[in-house]
């Protein structure tokens, strides 16, 4: 099991940068696809980018050349580098973890993103 704990949201200006990270305890950190989704209310839950153990990663139409996720194997974080905002990437952000061997799927509470002027 693993547990995961995000940081970085906050208030941001139109066309500013923020980070976010995805720091992961408990668990060894190789066995898991982590992905980064975000959520407004009264939509559904939709994927932002995710990586692979193998550092791999994809990435929704909506954030392509403007976001980016890496991984860092020795801190067990992943990040989520965030630019050229807009007010449509205001949303709450959740980390995801799954497992590669059980496929069991662990999420973290998530980070508010506020882009506004």
């Known amino acids: 099991q693993v547990e995961l704990a995000e940081s970085g949201g906050g208030l941001v200006q139109p066309g500013g940068s923020l980070r976010l990270a995805c720091a992961a305890f408990?668990?060894?950190?190789?066995?898991?696809?982590i992905r980064w989704y975000r959520q407004v209310p009264g939509k559904e839950r939709e994927l932002v980018a995710g990586?692979?153990?193998?550092?791999?990663?994809t990435y929704a139409d909506s954030v392509k050349g403007r976001f980016a996720i890496s991984r860092d194997y020795l801190n067990s974080i992943v990040y989520l580098q965030m630019g050229s905002l807009t007010p449509e990437d205001t949303a709450v952000y959740y980390c995801?973890?799954?497992?590669?061997?059980?496929?069991?799927?662990?999420w973290g509470q998530g980070t508010q993103v506020t882009v506004s002027s």
């Open positions: 990586i692979t153990p193998g550092g791999s990663t």
């Open positions: 995801n973890a799954q497992n590669i061997r059980t496929m069991a799927l662990y």
């Open positions: 408990g668990s060894d950190f190789s066995l898991y696809v």
